[in-house]
């Protein structure tokens, strides 16, 4: 580490920098590289032919347009070793990245409704972050979300699947095709889920207006929102936001992906900060939008001109908005306390 920490670059502030990513989706995180050889040894067909081909084909529009393409992609993960070797390259490249805890989602009916079963997919998940944690020393826990372009039995059923692996599971969420499925589709299940002991995060205000993210408060009685931008088009939102201290999980690169934001400099990551509202930076789907948690960091600090406070406060605001027990937060904050000029 540079002896004058004032004159250490910016990049290398980053790196360095102790982090928590909590919006980061499992199957996102599926490389090309990894997706043929699971297709290969799966029997699987995919319509590429290389690598650089799979990516050229990632040119979204919008979040339905992705969303094709990711369900599709999830296809190669039958076994539990694929489920294992797909966390297993998030753990360790989060891990290089500084990313000290991750709170991970994963889609279970994207599985289930193709054959393999939900104890296939978390066993192989939970032995990953396991095995990352004595490797890497990066903690975890895992978030199965619910699509939310299925019904809501569909979503029930999925938590019954869930319940016998309560231990390992800290939250639900609520993922998918936004618009035309407000939060309150999904009411009885959030509510079933919470009856349960489980903490419920959703994503809103992504695409959908900002009256899903109300909704997603009142009637999921989520502790977070995940993306949830779009709630500066209503100030009396922000104002209770702020006052309730609801963490956003902010994506930039995927919101420029995915059209949220025309380019990054137009994204409303300052906007939100300036407001008070506890936001942090992450990657949801970084094999499909360009980067991980730190590319997310370098990338918006060079179109906002985020300065290292900022930078300090986005990460502080991670640790904060995590499902960690106060000792392990304060472990991690005193650590990035520590980080510095
Ligand atoms: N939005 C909704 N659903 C998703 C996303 C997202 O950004 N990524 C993976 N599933
Ligand atoms: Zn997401």
Request: aromatic residues 10%; proline residues 4%.
């Amino acid at each position: 580490m540079n002896e004058n920490m004032s004159e250490q670059s910016m990049a290398s502030f980053i790196h360095g920098l102790p982090k928590a990513e909590l919006h980061i989706h499992i199957e996102g995180s599926l490389e090309p590289e990894l997706m043929f050889e699971l297709a290969k040894n799966n029997g699987v067909d995919i319509a590429y032919r290389s690598a650089a081909e799979v990516r050229a084909a990632y040119a979204f529009t919008d979040l339905q347009s992705f969303l094709d393409l990711y369900y599709d992609g999830a296809r190669v993960l039958v076994e539990q070793d694929d489920f294992y070797a797909l966390a297993f390259a998030y753990a360790r490249t989060a891990s290089a990245q500084n990313v000290r805890h991750a709170e991970v989602f994963f889609d279970p009916q994207t599985h289930t409704d193709r054959g393999v079963s939900f104890e296939t997919v978390i066993t192989g998940l939970r032995r990953a972050f396991e095995d990352a944690h004595r490797q890497f020393g990066m903690t975890s826990k895992l978030i199965p979300c619910f699509l939310r372009h299925l019904s809501a039995e569909s979503a029930l059923e999925t938590l019954e699947q869930a319940l016998p692996f309560k231990d390992w599971i800290v939250a639900v969420g609520l993922d998918s095709s936004e618009l035309g499925h407000p939060p309150t589709k999904f009411a009885h299940v959030f509510e079933e889920a919470r009856r349960h002991g489980f903490e419920t995060v959703a994503h809103a205000g992504e695409e959908g207006p900002p009256d899903y993210i109300a909704q997603a408060l009142d009637l999921l009685h989520v502790s977070r929102i995940d993306h949830g931008v779009r709630c500066l088009e209503d100030p009396d939102l922000v104002e209770r936001l702020r006052r309730e201290r609801i963490p956003l999980t902010v994506c930039p690169l995927s919101n420029v992906k995915l059209g949220v934001f025309p380019t990054l400099g137009d994204h409303n990551l300052v906007e939100l900060l300036d407001a008070g509202l506890c936001v942090s930076l992450n990657s949801d789907d970084p094999a499909y939008f360009g980067g991980y948690i730190e590319d997310n960091f370098l990338a918006a600090q060079e179109a906002l001109g985020l300065s290292r406070s900022q930078l300090r406060l986005l990460s502080r605001n991670a640790f904060e908005a995590s499902f960690l027990d106060e000792d392990a937060k304060q472990v991690l904050i005193a650590e990035l306390d520590r980080y510095s000029e």
